[in-house]
């Protein structure tokens, strides 16, 4: 039974030529981690050949913006239609959910908050492999959210940034490998 298993894997993992099809990547977004010091790890499968379907996590800690101080994180899941008809490569679009909980500090003020968004929105991008194993995806589009702001100090109004807006926009440049 073993031995039909592995021989079933094995031919779903080949293309007509025999060689394996990269449909599985993991990817880090190099904007978020130099523009917001936030580590940001997003896992992706094919499905098919032109579906594919992505969880994208972050998790940041101590970020300062002027005199606001952020820590928590988000998870986002998408999935993606491939214009073209190529695992993985090509011109893509895709809807999102956006799930984001931060501790929001402002210790000259000596307030806090929690801040929690739901929210969605869609994207652009175009994803290409290097050496058939190095993955780069650029992507942009506009994010849509609610959120909800509970005080622990302090009062609403020392609350004001854009990111309480409800429109935002998602960008970013992932760096990855596939396999």
């Known amino acids: 039974m073993r031995?039909?298993?592995l021989a079933v894997l094995t031919v779903c993992a080949m293309d007509g030529y025999g060689q394996r099809t990269?449909?599985?990547d993991v990817k880090?977004?190099?904007f978020s981690t130099a523009a917001v010091k936030t580590f940001n790890l997003i896992p992706e499968?094919?499905?098919t050949q032109r579906w594919c379907a992505q969880v994208g996590f972050y998790r940041t800690n101590n970020f300062h913006f002027r005199e606001h101080v952020f820590s928590g994180m988000a998870i986002t899941p998408e999935v993606k239609f491939h214009l073209t008809s190529t695992y993985l490569k090509g011109v893509y679009v895709s809807t999102l959910f956006r799930y984001r909980k931060l501790s929001w500090d402002i210790p000259s003020k000596g307030v806090g908050a929690d801040f929690i968004s739901l929210g969605?929105?869609?994207?652009?991008?175009y994803q290409f492999l290097i050496k058939n194993f190095?993955?780069?995806d650029l992507f942009i589009g506009p994010v849509f959210s609610s959120h909800d702001?509970?005080?622990k100090t302090g009062v609403v109004d020392d609350f004001k940034l854009g990111i309480t807006a409800g429109v935002g926009v998602r960008s970013g440049i992932g760096l990855?490998?596939?396999f």
């Open 3 to 5: 031995v039909v298993l």
């Open 22 to 24: 990269k449909r599985f």
């Open 28 to 30: 880090i977004n190099l």
């Open 45 to 47: 499968y094919a499905i």
């Open 120 to 125: 969605g929105g869609f994207s652009m991008g």
């Open 134 to 136: 190095l993955v780069v």
């Open 149 to 151: 702001l509970k005080v």
């Open 176 to 178: 990855g490998i596939a």
